[in-house]
């Protein structure tokens, strides 16, 4: 029997070719749909970065203007070198190094980048100085230039005591909020508490921040607001769902897009009364060791740098979810320190000559005072390797082969100044 094969049938090789143009067109189809929805989430990280980062500087403008009376408390002792003791004076240069401390522990306890920051209490702030007397004859003595009766006395601030759970209540209404809204229970040193505390503390500033007489928190979108460690802390996500990454002093970061100026000072340093600007190098202080560090010696080239103008960080780990940078300090031994406390009593500064100018043995209390510094020098000056800081600062490169390449997508409030959306 004769039989012919119907007109209307494919061929298997017919089949084939069909099948592999549907693959192509599926895989442009593919990548078309993945382009648009990888661009898509970053809009949206860029959009929610840019929100953040004008709440922050926001919130840095006000602290240029805050008001901060510099007080001595009434502590009279009497008779002194055939004077009358009536109280104490603050020189001017003295005040605004004393202004400075407190506006960077302001800094530190209402734009948290960690939880010590919520904890830990204010600062206790000292200052230099000098006796107003009247003498016999019922004159006000100078007593300026008389060093070895300068005093380092407290100044008026907020409660040093006023640690979280612990007691105190006079502290600022912002670090009062953010204490208000942590979980009760919360195992501060515990891995979940420790992990995204910069997302963690984002979301603390937002939700107690307003823009436009609107709740800051408003303009996130819901789906970018999660607790993506099961602490019970809310984090702020960028558009792939990771918690973004936040440091208030991104002392160590490296800046591609050369947004960074170091040559820049302080801003909110006006009369450069930060110690570096009066540190006498190799002193013959028993922490002269340190003083290198302290009168401004760059980190990592010996390059000499005072105390430049630093701004928030914000950033996302991009597309590939991964960082790149340290949120934590690192020590020469490798350690990551996710607990840091800028108020930790190994971190406070020498009470020196330097620092402080002569003064009576005995008046002059403990060897070390507390200092919220910024640029970690005490630190690095704890963790040098021949004369070289050895660890990592927030915002340094991860020490792993990979964080150069981890970074290349990273999407941050730096970037997003010098090209905007």
């Not at 190799?282 to 010696?297: H, I, K, L, P």
Request: glycine share 8%; with cysteine.
């Amino acid at each position: 029997m004769n039989h012919q094969r119907s007109e209307k049938a494919f061929t298997l090789v017919e089949i084939l070719v069909v099948i592999v143009i549907l693959g192509i067109m599926g895989a442009m189809v593919t990548t078309a749909v993945s382009g648009v929805t990888t661009t898509a989430k970053q809009s949206r990280t860029k959009t929610i970065i840019s929100i953040v980062d004008s709440v922050l500087a926001e919130h840095y403008a006000n602290l240029k203007y805050r008001q901060l009376p510099v007080e001595i408390p009434d502590m009279f002792s009497g008779m002194n070198n055939g004077a009358n003791e009536v109280g104490f004076e603050v020189l001017a240069s003295e005040a605004a190094r004393v202004r400075l401390m407190m506006i960077r522990d302001l800094q530190r306890m209402e734009l948290p980048d960690r939880l010590s920051d919520i904890t830990t209490a204010p600062s206790q702030i000292y200052a230099a100085t000098n006796q107003v007397v009247i003498d016999n004859q019922g004159d006000v003595v100078n007593t300026r230039d008389q060093k070895n009766q300068r005093r380092i006395m407290s100044v008026s601030w907020y409660s040093p005591n006023a640690t979280y759970l612990i007691g105190g209540d006079n502290i600022p209404s912002r670090l009062a909020a953010y204490r208000n809204r942590m979980p009760v229970g919360l195992t501060l040193n515990s891995p979940e508490a420790l992990a995204n505390q910069g997302a963690e503390c984002l979301y603390l500033i937002m939700a107690t921040s307003f823009v436009g007489g609107s709740p800051a928190l408003e303009a996130i979108p819901p789906a970018n607001i999660g607790d993506t460690d099961n602490d019970g802390l809310l984090e702020i996500l960028d558009g792939w769902g990771n918690p973004l990454g936040f440091i208030r002093w991104p002392v160590g970061y490296f800046d591609p897009e050369l947004s960074i100026d170091k040559t820049i000072p302080d801003e909110f340093d006006l009369f450069r009364s930060d110690y570096a600007y009066t540190t006498v190098p190799n002193s013959s202080s028993s922490s002269a060791g340190a003083y290198d560090v302290f009168t401004g010696r760059n980190f990592f080239n010996n390059e000499t740098i005072k105390p430049w103008s630093m701004r928030p960080l914000v950033f996302s780990a991009g597309p590939d979810g991964e960082y790149g940078v340290t949120t934590d300090p690192i020590t020469s031994a490798g350690v990551p320190m996710a607990n840091y406390n800028y108020q930790a009593t190994n971190w406070w500064w020498p009470t020196s000559v330097a620092f402080y100018g002569e003064e009576l043995p005995g008046r002059g209390g403990t060897a070390t005072r507390p200092f919220p510094d910024p640029y970690m020098r005490v630190f690095v000056s704890s963790n040098l390797n021949n004369g070289q800081f050895a660890g990592r600062l927030p915002g340094q490169l991860r020490p792993t082969t990979t964080s150069a390449d981890e970074v290349t997508d990273n999407i941050s409030n730096y970037q997003l100044q010098v090209s905007p959306r």
